[in-house]
């Protein structure tokens, strides 16, 4: 073998480990950084990017929700109208942008309506859940302005199912120049014990914000971990709940609806009522076996430089005033460059700051140029043979 020869295989080795080394966040990411003693690690992301999607067609990760229940299953004055015209793209319309005018004129992002006018005594409302159900323990973090006509329930939410369930939930009748509330609520077995109402649980708190949700985008967050719920507002922590906390998996929703019911959501609002969502991050553990398994392959002590500290959001990331388009721009481990190696990844075809070179395609294309390196060299050495 010629020494040539030799010296093109270390060059391929060297070039193949230069490309996998490329990629960040192998072993996932961290609340808080890894070498602090309190820390939590995620091994699956899902971000969504609200600001720049104009098709809800397309393979976002997020299904609006269709169903109609009763004024008895709503448990209010009115029943529950979920539809798809209430759940409506507005994207910027500089796509390059983080901020100025929207498609539609109106704050830029994903709209859910809660309607003014009942029809068969329902309420039309929007809603959109999250396609993956696997989401077992995470950070999730939601920027979002909320509607400021008395009337309607706007929530972001995990769900299980009635006694495994986190929710922060605004009631827009709390809203006024003194009073800007969020409902921080663990739906658990002592709620169900409580006829299903979590106000008479521990697992409840109206908390008052030092903002008002209504006039700008804030980010609401909530991290579960084994044994405890803490909640944030823009960064801040707001409170922790540690009793009868969820231990199983579930998936994300956001709602905005009105039943009626004066002890809670109040309405039908006087107008039609609109929440606007500009961005979702989830970062996550996931029950699904075979996701568990390719981490643990890949990841075998969970190497920690291989983990990526997720970065805190502790500004409003707001569009409003001159420098919106600093403000509302905020981290995006799918917009950076190979930071999101075997993650699933969903489409956003419209958005100019998505990192496909970071994404799935990436990965499969980098790992395709690793191989059409290794077989041009192979090539040219054997004609230099
Ligand atoms: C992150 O650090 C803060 C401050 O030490 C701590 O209160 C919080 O529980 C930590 N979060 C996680 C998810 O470990
Ligand atoms: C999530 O999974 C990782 C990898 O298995 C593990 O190290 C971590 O402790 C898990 N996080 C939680 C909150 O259970
Ligand atoms: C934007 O306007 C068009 C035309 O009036 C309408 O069909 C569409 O539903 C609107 N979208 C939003 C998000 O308001
Ligand atoms: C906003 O910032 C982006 C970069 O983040 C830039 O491409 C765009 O031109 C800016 N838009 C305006 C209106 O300044
Ligand atoms: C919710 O899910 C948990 C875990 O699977 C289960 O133990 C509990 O019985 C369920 N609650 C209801 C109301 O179905
Ligand atoms: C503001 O709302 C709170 C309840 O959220 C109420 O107690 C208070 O009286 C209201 N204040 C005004 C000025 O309407």
Not at 63 to 73: A, C, G, T
Not at 85 to 110: F, I, M, R, T, Y
Not at 361 to 373: E, K, N, R, T, Y
Request: proline residues 6%; hydrophobic residues 35%.
């Amino acid at each position: 073998m010629s020494a040539w020869f030799r010296r093109s295989v270390s060059l391929l080795l060297l070039s193949y480990s230069a490309s996998t080394a490329l990629a960040f966040c192998e072993c996932g990411y961290s609340v808080n950084s890894t070498s602090g003693p309190d820390h939590s690690v995620f091994t699956e992301l899902q971000e969504t990017d609200f600001l720049h999607i104009s098709d809800l067609t397309d393979d976002i990760g997020w299904r609006p929700q269709v169903y109609k229940i009763s004024r008895e299953q709503a448990r209010g004055s009115y029943g529950k109208n979920a539809q798809l015209e209430n759940v409506l793209a507005n994207p910027l319309k500089d796509k390059n942008s983080w901020a100025g005018p929207s498609v539609n004129d109106s704050d830029a992002g994903l709209q859910l309506w809660a309607r003014s006018q009942p029809e068969d005594d329902t309420i039309g409302m929007g809603e959109v859940a999250s396609e993956r159900t696997d989401m077992w323990y995470g950070s999730f973090r939601v920027g979002m302005k909320m509607s400021a006509v008395p009337g309607t329930c706007g929530a972001f939410f995990w769900f299980r199912n009635n006694t495994q369930e986190i929710d922060m939930e605004f009631l827009s009748k709390q809203f006024n120049e003194t009073s800007n509330p969020i409902n921080l609520v663990l739906q658990s077995p002592a709620s169900q014990a409580a006829g299903f109402d979590a106000q008479y649980t521990p697992n409840f708190d109206v908390y008052p914000l030092p903002f008002n949700p209504t006039e700008g985008f804030h980010e609401y967050r909530f991290d579960w971990l084994p044994g405890r719920v803490s909640f944030y507002a823009d960064g801040q922590w707001l409170r922790d709940m540690t009793l009868e906390t969820p231990d199983s998996p579930g998936h994300l929703v956001l709602n905005h609806w009105s039943n009626g019911d004066p002890l809670w959501s109040a309405g039908p609002p006087a107008e039609d009522a609109v929440m606007t969502v500009s961005y979702v991050k989830a970062y996550f553990n996931s029950s699904d076996p075979d996701r568990i398994s390719k981490y643990d392959k890949r990841c075998d002590n969970g190497d920690r430089d291989k983990v990526c500290q997720i970065p805190d959001q502790i500004t409003a990331p707001d569009p409003a005033g001159a420098n919106g388009n600093e403000t509302a721009r905020t981290y995006f481990f799918t917009q950076d460059k190979e930071h999101t190696p075997h993650q699933i990844l969903y489409d956003a075809p419209d958005n100019p700051f998505y990192s496909g070179a970071g994404g799935r395609q990436s990965v499969i294309s980098s790992s395709f140029s690793a191989a059409a390196v290794a077989c041009i060299l192979v090539l040219v050495s054997l004609v230099a043979l």
